[in-house]
C-alpha cells in the first residue's frame, strides 16, 4: 500500500503553507493517532516556533523591498526667538595722544520674533543593485524557510507516531511481564508446596524464587516504562490522554511500495526538506556574492523636495519657499577594499554552502537505504517472532510433560517459562519496530504527511490502552508538575 505525498517545490508553496496551518479544531473524544496528531499540529511549541519564523522571514523581505519603493518624509519646527543686544563706548579720544575725557554711553536692544519652517521631501530609486539583490535573496531566504518548516512537521509526525507506538509497545510488554511473573510465581508455590512433602530439594525452590523475583522486576521496569512513554506523548501535544487505542492483530506487514530501494533513494533526493532546504541555502550564498557585487555599480535616484519659512522678525510677517526636482546619483571609486574583501567572503560561503548540501544529500541517501533495508528486515522478523511463540510454547508444554515425569527439573520448567514471554515480548517489539521505521523512511523519502498518518491510524482498533495516575493521594500536585504554563500570545 502506497501512501499519498506530496512535494515540496516553489510552486507549491502556498498550498504547502496551507496544509502547515490548517486549524484541526476536532473534539479530542477518541484517542487515536490521528486525533494526537491533530492535536500536535495544533499545540506543539517546536511547530508554532517554526511558523512564526517563516512570518518573520517573510516580513523581511517587504523590509528590503522597501527600499525600492518611494519614499516621503516632512519635517516641521515652531520657535520663539530672543535676540538681547548690549553696547558700550568707554573713551573720548582714543588713540591720539591725548588722555581723553571718560564718558560712559550705552545701546541695548531686545527683540523678540517668531519662526517657522516645513520641508517635504520624496525620493524614489531608479536604479539600486544592492538592494535588488537583497530581496532576491530575501526571496530565496523565504523559500529555505518553507522547506524547514516542512521538515519541522515532519519530524513532529514521526516523534508523535513513535511516542504513540511506544506507548503500546510498553503496553504488550507490560502484558507479557506481568503474564510471566503469574506463570513463575506459580511455578514457585508448586515447587515450594513439593520441597514441604519433601519431593524436591531446596535448590530447585531457590532457583524458581530466584526466577520469579526477576519477573517481578521486569514487571515494575515494564510499568515505569509505560508511564514514561505516556508522558513522553504529552510533552509533544500538551494534552493528557487517559487512553489510546491499539494496533490491530490484522495489520498488513509488507515491503515498502514501490519495493525498490533506488526509488526511495530517488524520491529523497528531490523531495526530503531538509535537502531542499540546504539546496536552497546554495541559492542565498550565491545571492550574497551577487551583493558584494553589485557594491561596485552605481545608484541613481530621482527626488523632489520642497520647503516653506515664515518669521515676524520687526512686527513684519514674512514668508520664503523654495522647492526642487532632480536626480542624483552615487558610484563609489575605492572603498578600502572592503567590496574586494566582501566578494571573497561571499564566495568562500557558497562554498561551504554547497559542502553542506553534499553532506545532507549523502547523510539522507545513506539513511533512506538504511531504513529500507532495516523494514525489509522487519518483515521478516516480525513472521520469525510469531513463529517463535509458536515454538517456545511447543518447547514450554514438553518440558513441562517431561518434568511431571522426572526427565526434566524445575530449572528447565522456569527457563521455557522464560523463553515463551520472552518470545511474546520480542513479537511486540518486531511489529512496532516495522511500523515505526515504515514511517521514518517515509519521512526521509519526503512521503511523510498526515495523509499517512491517516493511513496507519486505519490499522488501529477499537481496544484501548488505559494510563492509570500514579496513587500518590495528591493528584492536583501531579497535574502542577506535567502544567508547562500558557502558550505564549503572538505580538505580546
Request: aromatic residues 8%.
Given at each position: 500500500m502506497r501512501l499519498a505525498h506530496w512535494a515540496v517545490n516553489?510552486?507549491?508553496?502556498?498550498?504547502?503553507?496551507?496544509?502547515?496551518?490548517a486549524s484541526f479544531v476536532l473534539p479530542a473524544q477518541a484517542a487515536d493517532l490521528i486525533t494526537i496528531t491533530r492535536?500536535?499540529?495544533?499545540?506543539?511549541?517546536?511547530?508554532?516556533?517554526?511558523?512564526?519564523?517563516?512570518?518573520?522571514?517573510?516580513?523581511?523581505?517587504?523590509i528590503v523591498r522597501g527600499g525600492l519603493l518611494p519614499q516621503v518624509s516632512a519635517t516641521g519646527n515652531a520657535a520663539h526667538n530672543q535676540q538681547y543686544e548690549s553696547q558700550t563706548s568707554s573713551r573720548l579720544g582714543a588713540g591720539t595722544g591725548d588722555p581723553g575725557t571718560e564718558i560712559g554711553s550705552f545701546g541695548t536692544s531686545d527683540d523678540r520674533y517668531n519662526t517657522a519652517s516645513l520641508s517635504l521631501e520624496a525620493t524614489q530609486t531608479l536604479f539600486d543593485e544592492v538592494t535588488r539583490q537583497q530581496v532576491t535573496q530575501a526571496e530565496r531566504q523565504i523559500d529555505q524557510q518553507v522547506y524547514l518548516l516542512a521538515a519541522t512537521e515532519q519530524q513532529l509526525l514521526i516523534d508523535v507516531a513513535s511516542a504513540y507506538f511506544d506507548i503500546l509497545r510498553a503496553h504488550e510488554v507490560l502484558e507479557a511481564r506481568l503474564a510471566q511473573e503469574r506463570a513463575i510465581g506459580r511455578q514457585f508455590e508448586q515447587a515450594s508446596e513439593q520441597f514441604e512433602v519433601g519431593l524436591i530439594a531446596i535448590t530447585e525452590v531457590e532457583e524458581a524464587r530466584a526466577t520469579f523475583d526477576q519477573s517481578r522486576?521486569?514487571?515494575?521496569?515494564?510499568?515505569?516504562?509505560?508511564?514514561?512513554?505516556?508522558?513522553?506523548?504529552e510533552q509533544l501535544t500538551g494534552q493528557r490522554y487517559a487512553s489510546i487505542d491499539a494496533l490491530g492483530d490484522s495489520m498488513p506487514i509488507a515491503l515498502p511500495q514501490p519495493s525498490s530501494r533506488d526509488y526511495w533513494v530517488e524520491q529523497a533526493i528531490e523531495l526530503n526538506p531538509q535537502v531542499l532546504a540546504q539546496r536552497a541555502g546554495i541559492e542565498i550564498s550565491r545571492s550574497g556574492v551577487d551583493i558584494a557585487r553589485a557594491g561596485r555599480m552605481p545608484t541613481f535616484q530621482a527626488f523632489g523636495n520642497y520647503q516653506l519659512a515664515g518669521s515676524d522678525v520687526d512686527g513684519t510677517s514674512?514668508?520664503?519657499?523654495?522647492?526642487?526636482?532632480?536626480?542624483s546619483a552615487n558610484l563609489p571609486i575605492y572603498t578600502g577594499g572592503s567590496t574586494s574583501a566582501s566578494i571573497r567572503q561571499g564566495t568562500y560561503?557558497?562554498?561551504?554552502?554547497?559542502?553542506?548540501?553534499?553532506?545532507?544529500?549523502?547523510?539522507?541517501i545513506q539513511q533512506v537505504r538504511s531504513l529500507y533495508t532495516q523494514v525489509s528486515n522487519d518483515v521478516e522478523t516480525v513472521e520469525a517472532r510469531q513463529q517463535a511463540i509458536v515454538s517456545t510454547r511447543s518447547a514450554l508444554e514438553a518440558t513441562r510433560a517431561g518434568y511431571e515425569v522426572g526427565t526434566r527439573n524445575i530449572v528447565d520448567v522456569l527457563n521455557a517459562?522464560?523463553?515463551?514471554?520472552?518470545?511474546?515480548?520480542?513479537?511486540?517489539?518486531?511489529?512496532y519496530d516495522y511500523v515505526v521505521n515504515l514511517l521514518s523512511l517515509r519521512q526521509q523519502a519526503g512521503l511523510l504527511d498526515v495523509q499517512a498518518i491517516e493511513e496507519v491510524n486505519a490499522w488501529l482498533t477499537g481496544d484501548s490502552v488505559n494510563f492509570t495516575l500514579p496513587e500518590s493521594g495528591d493528584n492536583d500536585r501531579y497535574q502542577r508538575a506535567l502544567d508547562i504554563g500558557v502558550p505564549p500570545q503572538p505580538g505580546r
Open positions: 516553489a510552486p507549491l508553496r502556498p498550498l504547502l503553507l496551507a496544509v502547515f496551518t492535536d500536535a499540529l495544533n499545540n506543539n511549541a517546536a511547530l508554532a516556533s517554526a511558523r512564526s519564523e517563516y512570518l518573520g522571514v517573510e516580513a523581511g523581505r517587504d522486576a521486569d514487571r515494575i521496569a515494564a510499568e515505569s516504562n509505560l508511564q514514561v512513554a505516556f508522558e513522553a506523548l514674512g514668508r520664503d519657499s523654495s522647492s526642487q526636482v532632480g536626480v560561503q557558497l562554498e561551504s554552502s554547497q559542502y553542506d548540501f553534499e553532506s545532507q544529500r549523502r547523510t539522507t517459562e522464560q523463553n515463551l514471554y520472552n518470545a511474546i515480548a520480542n513479537y511486540a517489539e518486531s511489529r
